[in-house]
């Protein structure tokens, strides 16, 4: 990298429809990205569980921005079931294995950021949830 490089500048608005299905099921929307990191506005809808998933060499940090859920997390010996709603900010570590469900009566919306940037669906790997997937409402 030359020492006069300079980023291109990204500007995203997000679809009104969603662009993916995330491996864990739920709706993705691609937002605006670097070369470290990239985020995306994910929905999971009314009454649906994710499946449980963990990611191979990405870190996440999310911010739930409407609905109401839980949160379950596994990273080593630690593991915990949060409720999650808007202005509730987690973490995800490299390895961390995680489910969640909407439990509310809109759409449980929230806000990931993926460093380094998501590599691709092969990227995550179906762990044992403590709930049954449901990904119809």
């Given at each position: 990298m030359s020492e006069n490089w300079v980023p291109a500048l990204d500007v995203k608005q997000a679809n009104a429809q969603y662009e993916h299905i995330a491996p864990d099921g739920s709706e993705i929307r691609l937002l605006a990205k670097v070369?470290?990191?990239?985020?995306?506005?994910?929905?999971?809808?009314?009454?649906?569980?994710?499946?449980?998933?963990?990611?191979?060499?990405?870190e996440e940090i999310w911010f739930f921005v409407s609905g109401e859920g839980r949160l379950w997390r596994k990273l080593g010996d630690q593991e915990e079931i949060i409720q999650v709603k808007a202005g509730v900010s987690t973490n995800n570590p490299t390895g961390t294995s995680f489910q969640f469900?909407?439990?509310?009566?809109?759409?449980?919306?929230?806000?990931?950021?993926?460093?380094?940037?998501?590599?691709?669906?092969?990227?995550?790997?179906?762990?044992?949830?403590?709930?049954?997937?449901?990904?119809?409402?």
């Open positions: 070369s470290r990191g990239n985020m995306a506005h994910c929905v999971l809808p009314v009454g649906c569980t994710s499946e449980a998933t963990k990611h191979k060499t990405i469900q909407n439990t509310g009566n809109e759409p449980l919306v929230f806000v990931t950021v993926a460093m380094p940037p998501w590599p691709g669906d092969d990227e995550a790997i179906l762990q044992k949830g403590p709930w049954e997937v449901k990904l119809t409402g």
